[in-house]
């Protein structure tokens, strides 16, 4: 496995590796690797002669007062998993080489990518600039790694659906896979920010895919419509967290609010336990 730090020579070594005739299975992250992030890398691997994985904490996706310093950076472990999957390449880059810093400049990234309401709803809302952010590094990386397929997981759902729509408006010639969502056995999602939580914070974290798993159940069973549904799950969610932020229901491609259901939905939460914010998601077929 080679680690890489500079996007020059990982551009290089991408662009020899397609003039080869090698398919490059591209895996995004911000290390703090945990099982969701291996599903995603051995889907890869499965899939292509090369397998690619980025690791970098986009500074660029983070709002004044959030976690960019502490969120957790573990990249011997990091490698030490990669390797066992036998991943090919990592591309670990320094922040100044992925966002430079224009001394004569105040603001720290000048190319933005905006999406007119995709990036505005759900976790856009209380997050003002995030999803510009991931927006923004995800395209360079997509320039940088040239890669056949991406693979990002289920549970950052308006991530997913931006980066989609990204590939999409810039007819950018990449396949797009979307991973289901890993969990704990007790139904937990896994994220690296689970290793924010106390023991007591962490079961009282679990309410929020409970509420969930309910939720989708009922809505299949079509015995009571939708709007009722979902006022019961944000008053017990209400109950059991310490802010929630948004619960909604929406159509799995527009992220509009559904009525009723019809087409594939995704009911979507966001919520604070202690510190600690979390997401998840389940998604209903149509
Ligand atoms: O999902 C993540 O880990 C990040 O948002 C991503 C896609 C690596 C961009 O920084």
Redesign the pocket.
Known sequence: MKVIRSPKEFQHRMRLLRRRGSSIGFV???GALHEGHLRLVRRACAENDTVVV?I???PT?FGPGEDYKKYPRRMRDDLKKLRREKVDYVFEPTASAMVPKKSSHPVRWETSREFHRLAGVLCGKYRPGHFR??AA??AK?FYLAQPHRVY??AK?YQ?TAI?RRLISDLDLDIAFRLVPTVREGDGLAMS?RNAYLSPAERARALSLSRVLFVLRREIRAGRRGIAVLRQDAISTLRRRVDRLQYLEIVDAETLRPVSRRGRKCVALAACYVGQTRLIDNVIIPG
Do not use: E
């Open positions: 995004p992250t911000m980025s970098f904490v986009n996706q952010g991931v590094i995800v990386l990002f997981g950052d991530q980066v690296s």
